[in-house]
C-alpha cells in the first residue's frame, strides 16, 4: 500500500480508498429522495388541517330552553293585594289594558301611547306628551317594538 506524502498539516489519504460516495448513493438521489419527502409530510399536514371533523370530536353547546321572561313589578299602592305581572308589551299593538300594566303608566298615558302609533323604535316614545328621557328609560325593559 503506498501512501501519499504531505505536508505537516494534511493527513496522509490511502491512494486506494475513494474519498467519494458509493456509487450506490448518488448525491442527486439524495436531494430527490429529501423533495419527495419533504412533499408528501406537507400533504399529510395539509390533509390533518383541512379533512373534515368526525362529530365525535367536536364540542357542542347544549340548548338550554328556558321560559318566556316574566317581570314582576311592585303594585303602585301598598295596601293593593294584586301583584301586576308584565310580560314584554308590544307598543304597536298592545291594547289599553296591557299598557296600563307597565309601571308608572295610567289610562291618560296609555292613550296617548295608542294616539302616537305607529313606532318604529323605543325612543320614538319621546314624541307622545308626557314622556321623557327618564320614563322612556324605566320603560325599556318592559316594552318591545314590532
Same mark, same amino acid.
Given at each position: ?11 496522509a489519504?490511502?491512494?486506494n ?12 438521489? #439524495?436531494?430527490?429522495?429529501?423533495? *419527495?419527502?419533504g @412533499? ?9 388541517l383541512w /379533512? %373534515?371533523?368526525?362529530?365525535?370530536m ?11 321572561v ?13 301583584q301586576?305581572?308584565?310580560t ?7 291594547? #289599553?289594558a296591557?299598557?296600563?300594566? *307597565?309601571p308608572g @303608566? ?6 296617548a301611547?295608542?294616539?302616537? /302609533? %305607529? ?20 320603560l ?7
Open positions: 500500500m503506498s501512501t501519499k506524502t504531505s505536508s505537516p498539516t494534511e493527513t489519504v490511502p491512494q480508498i475513494s474519498t467519494s460516495l458509493p456509487s450506490t448513493v448518488h448525491p442527486l438521489r #439524495l436531494v430527490i429522495f429529501g423533495l *419527495l419527502l @412533499i408528501a409530510l406537507s400533504g399529510l399536514l395539509l390533509w390533518m /379533512r %373534515p371533523v368526525p362529530a365525535a367536536t364540542l357542542q353547546t347544549p340548548v338550554i330552553e328556558q321560559p318566556p316574566q317581570l314582576s313589578t311592585p303594585p303602585a299602592n301598598r295596601n293593593a293585594s294584586v301586576i305581572v308584565t314584554l308589551v308590544n307598543i304597536n299593538s298592545a291594547t #289599553l296591557e299598557l296600563e300594566t *307597565l @303608566i295610567g289610562p291618560a298615558k296609555a292613550q301611547i295608542v294616539d302616537g /302609533r %305607529p313606532y318604529s323604535m323605543v325612543d320614538d316614545l319621546d314624541r307622545v306628551s308626557g314622556f321623557g328621557a327618564a320614563t322612556i328609560d324605566a325599556r325593559s318592559f316594552v318591545i317594538v314590532e
